[in-house]
């Protein structure tokens, strides 16, 4: 935390998120709380209301009298769109996933300060649009709608077709399956590839350009380091099905490099000393990547 410019304003900010020193108050205590959930979807649900009010007034004002503040219907959307999602990763899980997967962090409102970070620094650079030497352009805006539009589908697809298999968190528990079908049967890495194209989305549809290369940028290093470590995973605990199933599929997020295939099959040859021929082993075991 101590590398965050901002971590004054940061940590109180998370540890409210949080619920810190909530402790003497028992429905509030814990992540299964019910009164934590009661809370956060109330808060939620207000701000996804009068953001709603707000957006549609701002495109009445555009039909009707042909003008209208672009900034307020920028942000009006934008805080649609952030509340819906944060919604719908609780309900999504609610619907589909087990029982026990469900909590109040299921909302991912306080999903990272690093995260709470890079919300605070984006709305900063949005309030700033005035004084910034480019122009704030409605068909960007729209591009970036598009963009988080299909982000959110995609996610929200993954989550329901991995259902009891998905998680937050990486994990492999007794009762998690393998899901090659539904969006699964095209992306094996979909929920991640809709929250890359989400956060990209996002931004664009502020206007903000600066953050738009951040957020690409910093999202794509982390999941070209959580992919592969995931893969890695899978690939061990699915060894014939999981390699077979990244040379049909695609990651989603380009340009990150995919453990399913080369790899595995190096590491089990270098398990494996002396088996056979090493350049017929090699020459056998290499099969073209999907990405």
């Known amino acids: 935390m101590n590398s965050y410019p901002f971590r004054n304003v940061i940590q109180p900010l998370q540890r409210r998120l949080d619920f810190q020193n909530w402790q003497d108050y028992p429905q509030f205590a814990s992540v299964q709380s019910l009164g934590r959930v009661a809370l956060i979807a109330t808060i939620l649900g207000i701000l ?3 953001h709603a009010v707000m957006c549609v007034q701002r495109i009445w004002g555009y039909v009707m009298y042909g003008s209208s503040s672009l900034m307020l219907w920028q942000w009006s959307s ?6 819906t999602f944060h919604l719908l990763e609780f309900f999504v899980t609610a619907l589909y996933n087990h029982p026990s997967a469900l909590s109040a962090d299921s ?5 990272s300060a690093a995260y709470t970070a890079a919300a605070l620094t984006s709305w900063t650079e949005f309030a700033l649009h005035p004084i910034l030497p480019w122009s704030n352009r409605f068909s960007v805006s729209c591009v970036g709608l598009l963009v988080l539009g299909i982000g959110q589908i995609l996610r929200s697809l993954a989550m329901k077709t991995a259902a009891s298999s998905f998680h937050h968190m990486i994990q492999i528990q007794p009762h998690h399956t393998l899901v090659t079908t539904g969006i699964y049967k095209y992306f094996r890495h979909g929920s991640y590839a809709g929250f890359y194209y989400w956060c ?3 931004q664009l549809l502020l206007g903000n350009y600066l953050h738009t290369i951040a957020f690409a940028i910093v999202c794509w290093s982390f999941f070209s380091k959580r992919i592969p470590y995931e893969e890695e995973l899978l690939c061990r ?3 014939h099905e ?3 199933y990244c040379a049909k599929t695609w990651i989603g997020i380009p340009f990150i490099r995919s453990f399913g295939l080369e790899e595995y099959h190096r590491k089990e040859r270098e398990s494996s000393p002396g088996k056979g021929n090493p350049a017929a082993s090699s ?3 290499v099969t073209p990547k999907s990405n």
């Open 48 to 50: 996804w209301g009068i």
């Open 78 to 83: 934008y805080m649609l769109c952030l509340t």
């Open 107 to 111: 909302f991912l409102v306080n999903h």
């Open 200 to 202: 990209c989305g996002t």
């Open 237 to 239: 605990e699915y060894p």
């Open 242 to 244: 999981y390699p077979n």
């Open 283 to 285: 020459k056998a075991n």
